[in-house]
């Protein structure tokens, strides 16, 4: 596509300087940072990361380390099951591969909690490899600027693959950055709502300005509302649990929530995920 060096050009004068994408970073750096930045934004994943590293900067390092240490580690970034998933899939990389991050994306999807978007990212921002990297800024750039529709809809993994993949410059390392690139201009600019279409490198070859910015009316998956939910109530009760030197008993638990039925439905929920320990004793734990 036209806009392919535009873009590069774009993103080398104005890439935000992130610390998984200093040369500096290793594979296994980047693979964390990419579980990390799963629905959670960088402000927030930024800190956590770099503690993270600094406490265990090889695979090795969290395989031998405590579960309950790395749900306590993961803190307030959410879906504290990616610690959990985190944590094994430091145990498969020490145990199969030496302690070392696969470079090929059918190995690095045969450990826990690695899917298809992580293992391709990782392959590409860690290994410089030309595999097609898609996200949700990723779909809605090229929703907007090679089809021009105002939105990308609903996900295909086959469609959204194939689709970026055709955007891809043969270079693999031009690639790669073309798929950073591709991300970027969707997190600063190419926004979902107001998109700053005047700051756009790739404005003169964009479809969807061309066409006059006609209005979306395709399907739209609507986001989940968070107050008042059972993964609020989760969030509360891991809160207590972290913060706490050891294990709790069930009344500081019931103090997070008034609802006791929810309360005990999102703490079961919890256990069934393997992020707390009922114990013997009626108090409860962070797994061991």
Do not use: K
Not at 68 to 97: E, I, N, Q, T
Not at 139 to 167: F, H, K, M, N, Y
Not at 182 to 189: I, Y
Not at 251 to 266: E, G, I, N, T
């Amino acid at each position: 596509m036209s806009f392919v060096p535009t873009l590069l050009r774009w993103y080398e004068r104005t890439a935000r300087d992130l610390p998984w994408r200093r040369p500096e970073a290793t594979p296994w750096a980047v693979l964390v940072s990419e579980v990390m930045l799963q629905q959670t934004p960088v402000s927030r994943v930024r800190p956590a990361y770099e503690e993270w590293l600094e406490r265990w900067p090889r695979p090795a390092d969290l395989a031998a380390a405590a579960l309950a240490d790395a749900v306590r580690a993961w803190g307030r970034l959410g879906y504290p099951r990616r610690a959990l998933r985190l944590h094994a899939c430091s145990v498969a990389l020490r145990d199969r591969f030496a302690g070392e991050v696969p470079a090929d994306v059918d190995e690095l999807l045969s450990l826990p909690g690695i899917g298809a978007y992580t293992a391709r990212a990782v392959a590409a921002f860690a290994f410089g490899q030309r595999v097609p990297v898609v996200d949700t800024n990723v779909r809605r750039v090229v929703a907007r600027a090679v089809e021009g529709a105002g939105a990308a809809g609903p996900p295909s993994i086959t469609r959204d693959l194939a689709a970026v993949e055709a955007l891809l410059p043969d270079d693999p390392a031009a690639a790669a950055r073309f798929s950073v690139a591709v991300m970027e201009l969707g997190a600063l600019v190419c926004v979902a709502r107001s998109p700053r279409c005047d700051e756009c490198p790739i404005a003169a070859a964009c479809a969807w300005r061309a066409a006059g910015y006609p209005a979306y009316e395709g399907p739209v998956v609507r986001p989940q509302r968070f107050a008042g939910t059972d993964r609020q109530v989760r969030g509360l009760l891991m809160a207590v649990l972290r913060d706490a030197p050891g294990p709790v008993a069930a009344p500081s638990l019931d103090a997070v929530w008034a609802d006791p039925v929810q309360r005990q439905r999102a703490l079961d929920s919890l256990v069934v995920d393997g992020l707390v320990d009922p114990l013997p004793d009626g108090r409860y734990a962070l797994p061991a």
